[in-house]
């Protein structure tokens, strides 16, 4: 009975582990006490969520939604600020005749378009942050930029609790820098392939 009673401790014990059991990033810093404590979006689940530690598939979808219009947001003013920039380097043809100055209009440009991903990837980490789904906002950068350009290591994860976070992401990514390459070719055809007219010519 002794043994049986010792056993049968250890089972409640094994149990409650695993129920509390998180990556040490994520470590309950007091007994019973779980992350989820320390979450901000935890007010916005009912008592049984945050018992089971399972937060609702809809507000995640919702997190999920304003995080892509944002990035959308960013990526939109980035595209609006490069084609301002490029119709008035074309107001002044000359800026644009030698091929090293074309070479440096099609460089900026995707510098300019790499900033937007690093910002939207940033935005990224910062909620993860927020919410507690990642320790730091360095664990949180390098998370969000593998899983951005569709990378994938898989040595920094989500907690199970979130994962469904980084799918909405790597599909964001994806749009992301499809809208990117879209960008650059219609600039490349514009700058590079469009033939000005002979000074015969009407």
């Known amino acids: 009975m002794k043994g049986a009673g010792h056993a049968g401790a250890r089972s409640s014990s094994d149990r409650e582990w695993q129920v509390n059991a998180t990556p040490e990033a ?17 007010r916005f689940m009912s008592p049984a969520d945050r018992g089971g530690y399972s937060p609702r598939v809809l507000l995640h979808f919702g997190y999920a939604t304003a995080l892509v219009f944002g990035t959308v947001f960013i990526h ?3 595209t609006v600020l490069a084609l301002g920039w490029l119709r008035s380097l074309r107001a002044h043809q000359w800026a644009l005749r030698s091929q090293p100055a074309r070479a440096s209009v099609l460089g900026a440009l995707v510098l300019l378009m790499s900033l937007a991903a690093l910002l939207e990837s940033a935005l990224w980490a910062g909620f993860y942050v927020m919410v507690g789904a990642l320790p730091t906002f360095e664990h949180a950068l ?7 350009t569709t990378l994938g ?6 907690h199970e609790q979130w994962r469904i976070l980084g799918a909405f992401q790597g599909a964001n990514g994806i749009v992301m820098f499809g809208w990117t390459t879209a960008l ?5 055809q514009r700058v590079f392939l469009h033939r000005e007219p002979d000074a015969g010519e009407s």
């Open 76 to 78: 939109a003013g980035c």
């Open 142 to 148: 390098y998370f969000s930029l593998v899983t951005f």
């Open 26 to 42: 994520w470590a309950p810093t007091k007994r019973g006490e779980t992350p989820q404590n320390h979450c901000i979006v935890a």
């Open 184 to 188: 650059i070719v219609a600039v490349v």
């Open 153 to 158: 290591y898989g040595d920094v994860t989500l």
